[in-house]
């Protein structure tokens, strides 16, 4: 019953600074996380970056750590991934993703989230 929209991808020149955002059709994540994760073509799916909604704890992927920050709005049950100084190999499909049920503090993998998005593109050319 929960649907996740993302949207902002786009084609960016290395270096540039680009916010993704993912809104969420419900009200299911007062106890739960939401996260963010990429796939490239050929590539596995990765773990970029997850939210407790209840706590604002927040987690990176080492590749993109000290450049990236996820944040959050209750009021618009929304998720932002800023994404700066970013690299080609940041190109890739970028999924938003959510847990039904609350998580402990850490780094939520993929397998335990219950709700996806279908995903925006970002492009970043050198």
């Known amino acids: 019953q929960v649907q996740l929209q993302e949207s902002g991808g786009g084609l960016v020149q290395a270096g540039d600074s680009l916010r993704i955002s993912c809104a969420a059709s419900?009200?299911?994540?007062?106890?739960?996380?939401m996260g963010w994760f990429r796939q490239a073509p050929g590539k596995e799916r990765e773990f970029v970056a997850c939210i407790s909604w209840i706590s604002s704890a927040t987690y990176y992927g080492d590749s993109v750590k000290g450049r990236f920050a996820i944040s959050r709005d209750n009021a618009k049950y929304t998720v932002y991934l800023q994404m700066n100084d970013l690299k080609a190999e940041d190109t890739a499909n970028y999924y938003c993703?959510?847990?039904?049920?609350?998580?402990?503090?850490?780094?939520?993998?993929?397998?335990?989230?219950?709700?996806w998005g279908p995903g925006t593109q970002v492009t970043v050319s050198s």
């Open positions: 419900g009200r299911a994540f007062i106890s739960s996380t």
């Open positions: 993703a959510a847990t039904s049920v609350y998580k402990p503090s850490r780094i939520i993998q993929g397998s335990e989230y219950d709700y």
